[in-house]
C-alpha cells in the first residue's frame, strides 16, 4: 500500500514540475496576477489529481478456457517471503519528511493563533479585525485579522492597512493554508517549494494593486514597503511584508499591463494535461472463453431427468432399476452404518492415502472443467502459487479447507471453491480402517502471454 502511495506522489511530483517549468517560461512576467494565481493553485491541485484519472478502454479477446495440469505427488513446503530492510527506508523516509514539514506549519499557525489572542483587538467597519501588539512585528494579515505592532496602528497608515485588507479580501490566508498542506506530501520535490514562494509573491503583487487602485501615491507607497521591510520578519503561514520579493514587486509595479492576447499562452498547459491522461490510460482485456462441445453422460436413476451443467456438459438420467447387488452405500456413512467423528486428529501419512473417485486423470478432468481464473485477477496480471490444505474425512467428504500461503484474495477464494466444490474422495486407510487424513494441494497461477491463462495445481500430501 505504501509503495503504491509513494509512485502516486512520484507522478505528482512529476507534473508539478512539468506545470511549473510552462508556467516559469510563460506566464511568470506577465501581470496577469489573478491568473496566475489560479494557475499555480490549478497546478497544485490538478498535479494530485490527474495520476487519479484513469482512462479505461476495453479489448475483447477470444482464448481457450484454462488449462490445468497435475503435477507429482510431492510434499509442500511453504516459504515465508521477507522483504528487504530497504522497502522501509524509502517510506520512513517520507513520513519523516510529511511530519516534520506539517509539523513547521503547524508551528507557524499556532503562533499566529496564540499572537492574535494576546494582542489588544479592534473591530474594523468592514468587518476585519485590527490586531494590536507591543512585539516588534512586521505588519501582515491572518484570515479576517490585521497584526501590527503598537506604532504602525498609532501612525494611522492607511496604506498598510489597505495592503491587509487586500489580502483578506481575496482570501490569500485559504490558498497558503492548502498549499502548505500539498506542500507537506511533496517535500522533497523542489519546484513545489517554488510554486509555494511564487505564490506568496503573486498575493503581494495583488495587495499592492489594491493599493495603488485607491489612489495612493506609487513612490511613497514603494518608500513605506522598503522601510517595513527591514522589520523583524514575520510568520510562515500568513501574508506580510517580505524583504525577499521587495524588488520584484516594486518592479512589477512599474511594469507596463500586459495585453490580453498574451492569455493565449494557457494553451501550452493543455498538452501536459493531456500527456498526463495518456501515460495514465490503461487498457483491460475483456477474455471470452471458447465453450466447449457438448457431451452426454448417460446414468442410470428412477426418473427421466436432463441436467444442464454450466451451459457445456449436459447429462441425461434415464429410469432403470438398480439391481440390489450394485447399490452402492452413500457416501455420508460408513460402511458399518456409524457417524463419520471428526473430533479424531488428522494422519499426515497413512498406509493409502486418499485418492480423487477415478485417480488422477479424474481429478484433473474435474479441475479443468471447474476451475476459473478470476476476472479481476487475470486483468490485473496477478498471478502465482497458492497453497491450500484440507482434510479428507472417513467418509472421503473435504473439510477444514484453508490457505496456507496466499497470493492473492481472489486466487485464494477460487482455490478453496474449487477444492470445496470436489466430490468425496476415497478415505485414507490405516490398519484397514478408514482415517481423516491431511492433505495439501500447491495451485500455481500463471499467464502465459496475454491472451492464455494456465491454472496449475499440483497435489501433494
Known amino acids: ?185 511533496q517535500w522533497f520535490n523542489p519546484a513545489m517549494w517554488m510554486l509555494r514562494q511564487d505564490l506568496r509573491a503573486i498575493h503581494e503583487y495583488e495587495a499592492d494593486g489594491a493599493v495603488l487602485s485607491q489612489g495612493f501615491n506609487a513612490r511613497q507607497y514603494q518608500y513605506l514597503l522598503i522601510t517595513k521591510a527591514a522589520s523583524i520578519g514575520g510568520y510562515s503561514i500568513a501574508n506580510g511584508i517580505s524583504h525577499s520579493t521587495l524588488k520584484n514587486r516594486i518592479r512589477m509595479m512599474l511594469h507596463k499591463e500586459t495585453k490580453r492576447s498574451h492569455l493565449v499562452k494557457l494553451l501550452a498547459l493543455l498538452p501536459i494535461v493531456g500527456t498526463a491522461l495518456a501515460l495514465n490510460a490503461e487498457t483491460v482485456t475483456d477474455y471470452q472463453y471458447d465453450t466447449p462441445q ?77 476451475v476459473r481464473y478470476p476476472e479481476t485477477a487475470h486483468k490485473a496480471g496477478v498471478q502465482g502459487r497458492v497453497i491450500a490444505n484440507f482434510i479428507v474425512e472417513k467418509d472421503g467428504s473435504i473439510t477444514e479447507a484453508k490457505i496456507v500461503k496466499s497470493v492473492s484474495p481472489e486466487l485464494d477464494a477460487e482455490a478453496l471453491r474449487v477444492i470445496n466444490s470436489m466430490p468425496k474422495w476415497i478415505p485414507g486407510m490405516q490398519n484397514g480402517e478408514a482415517v481423516r487424513v491431511k492433505y495439501t494441494i500447491p495451485v500455481t497461477f500463471q499467464l502465459q502471454g496475454s491472451e492464455k491463462p494456465i491454472v496449475v495445481p499440483v497435489q501433494s500430501n
Open 1 to 185: 500500500m505504501m509503495t503504491d502511495f509513494l509512485t502516486y506522489d512520484a507522478k505528482v511530483a512529476v507534473l508539478i514540475l512539468a506545470f511549473y517549468i510552462c508556467y516559469r517560461l510563460l506566464l511568470s512576467q506577465e501581470t496577469f496576477h489573478r491568473v496566475n494565481r489560479l494557475v499555480l493553485l490549478g497546478t497544485a491541485v490538478l498535479s494530485f489529481l490527474l495520476p487519479l484519472c484513469v482512462i479505461t478502454m476495453h479489448e475483447t479477446v477470444v482464448a481457450p478456457r484454462p488449462e490445468v495440469v497435475i503435477g507429482e505427488i510431492g510434499t509442500a513446503v511453504v516459504e515465508e517471503e521477507q522483504p528487504a530492510w530497504w522497502h522501509y527506508l524509502l517510506p520512513t523516509l517520507f513520513i519523516i519528511g510529511v511530519v516534520t514539514t506539517l509539523g513547521h506549519t503547524l508551528a507557524s499557525l499556532v503562533r499566529v493563533i496564540r499572537l492574535i489572542r494576546q494582542s489588544e483587538q479592534h473591530l474594523q467597519q468592514d468587518g476585519t479585525v485590527v490586531c494590536v501588539t507591543d512585539r516588534p512585528v512586521s505588519p501582515f494579515s491572518w484570515m479576517r485579522y490585521i497584526v501590527m505592532n503598537r506604532s504602525d496602528y498609532e501612525a494611522h497608515d492607511a496604506a498598510i492597512l489597505a495592503h491587509e485588507r487586500g489580502h483578506i479580501r481575496l482570501h490569500h490566508s485559504w490558498d497558503l493554508l492548502l498549499v502548505d498542506t500539498l506542500t507537506a506530501l
Open 294 to 370: 457438448k457431451k452426454q453422460i448417460i446414468k442410470k436413476g428412477k426418473q427421466n431427468a436432463k441436467i444442464s451443467a454450466n451451459g457445456a456438459n449436459e447429462m441425461v438420467v434415464i429410469e432403470q432399476e438398480v439391481p440390489a447387488q450394485q447399490q452402492q452405500i452413500e457416501p455420508a456413512e460408513m460402511p458399518n452404518g456409524m457417524k463419520v467423528d471428526k473430533t479424531a486428529k488428522p494422519f499426515d501419512v497413512v498406509e493409502q492415502m486418499p485418492q480423487f473417485p477415478g485417480g488422477t486423470k479424474e481429478l484433473m478432468t474435474f479441475l479443468s472443467e471447474n
